[in-house]
């Protein structure tokens, strides 16, 4: 685009008049991808963390080495699918389009799954 076209935005971010006026409404398939995965990511820890919790792995911490699986099966099952979930959600982020609601809500739903997580592991420090 010539000089008179390139509009200059705050960041160094350049643009031409017509993307200044019409901003893009729909986001794009690599960003509707990345929050479909943050999304699935984000229900695979949370039936994880239910599972966990209600008591479905109970068996495995009666033994030294039952707690010892108990705590790689809780970071398989939480941490590591709400830790890619919510990288994930933070692509799907761009800070020069608009960001629709459910691309916060899938970044955000994950990130409040990690902290779930370490809170319990805090919480089983302490139990000890």
């Known amino acids: ?26 986001i794009s398939s690599r960003r509707k991808w990345l929050l479909i995965g943050s999304y699935a990511l984000a229900v695979v820890a949370t039936v994880g963390l239910a599972l966990v919790m209600s008591g479905a792995f109970a068996a495995m911490g009666r033994t030294k080495e039952g707690k010892a699986a108990l705590g790689y099966v809780f970071i398989l099952l939480v941490l590591v699918p709400a830790l890619i ?15 629709p609601l459910s691309i916060w809500i899938a970044a955000i739903w994950n990130l409040i799954l990690i902290a779930v997580f370490l809170l319990m592991c805090v919480i089983g420090m302490f139990m000890k």
């Open 1 to 26: 685009m010539c000089a008179t076209c390139d509009f200059t935005l705050p960041g160094g971010l350049h643009v031409c008049p017509a993307c200044v006026a019409l901003p893009r409404s729909a």
């Open 85 to 99: 979930g919510m990288a994930l959600g933070f692509s799907a982020i761009d800070r020069r389009l608009a960001n």
